[in-house]
């Protein structure tokens, strides 16, 4: 049971080039979220899904897209990459359908920096 | 809307020592409520959680109490170890929205 994947694991941009985070869940979870967390902070939302078609700004959108095409997919795109972008990215996924009491589950992260 | 706030970290304890992490929530409704673990280099694990009023969720030695009349969820160990080391986070869960996710607190303990 692979849960929530996550590559890369690490990447290093130069200033302005553009990439794709993927992130893919093989437990039919309706709902994926988009982190960042910077060293020594907490986790701040970027976007959020509740199914297939549906995404949702966050608290720190901007420099971001993502899309929602199939229920185990969700990437995020970084269009043009800055280093304040420079941080580890997390995708979660959660079961909430009526059952509010299952958990999140974690990748295992991808960092990324950008020089 | 829903919040959930924690106690500013880092906490640094000794082993052995009595951990107490303090979490607080607001929220419309009743959620569920969680911990989750962040070891270094790692992504968050669950911890524990509770589901309602006075359960007590408990793994790993550690335990957290659902205390509705405080809207509090305090996490607490009575002897910690050195592997105990990690990011402590408080969250919560309604039915129909999203996590929300503490500021998270940062353990060390030194042997």
């Known amino acids: 049971n692979a849960g929530v994947t996550q590559t890369p694991k690490f990447r290093i941009l130069k200033i302005g080039q553009s990439m794709t985070l993927q992130c893919a869940q093989d437990m039919n979870h309706n709902y994926m979220y988009w982190y960042r967390q910077d060293p020594g902070m907490g986790l701040k939302l970027i976007y959020y899904s509740v199914g297939a078609g549906i995404t949702d700004k966050g608290e720190v959108p901007n420099g971001y897209n993502v899309s929602r095409s199939t229920t185990e997919d969700f990437p995020l795109r970084l269009e043009l990459a800055a280093p304040s972008q420079t941080s580890v990215y997390f995708c979660?996924?959660?079961?909430?359908?009526?059952?509010?009491?299952?958990?999140?589950?974690f990748g295992q992260g991808t960092r990324l920096t950008v020089v | 809307g829903d919040s959930v706030t924690q106690m500013e970290g880092p906490v640094t304890l000794s082993e052995e020592a009595f951990l107490t992490i303090n979490c607080t929530y607001t929220a419309t409704g009743y959620p569920s409520l969680f911990w989750y673990v962040q070891y270094p280099g790692e992504g968050l694990q669950l911890l524990l959680k509770?589901?309602?009023?006075?359960d007590k969720g408990s793994n790993k030695g550690f335990e957290a109490t659902y205390r509705k009349e405080t809207t509090s969820f305090h996490l607490e160990k009575g002897s910690v170890q050195v592997s105990d080391s990690a990011v402590y986070f408080c969250a919560l869960k309604t039915s129909y929205d999203k996590v929300i996710f503490g500021p998270g607190t940062s353990l060390s303990v030194i042997p």
């Open positions: 509770a589901t309602k009023a006075d």
């Open positions: 979660a996924s959660s079961d909430q359908r009526g059952q509010k009491n299952t958990e999140a589950f």
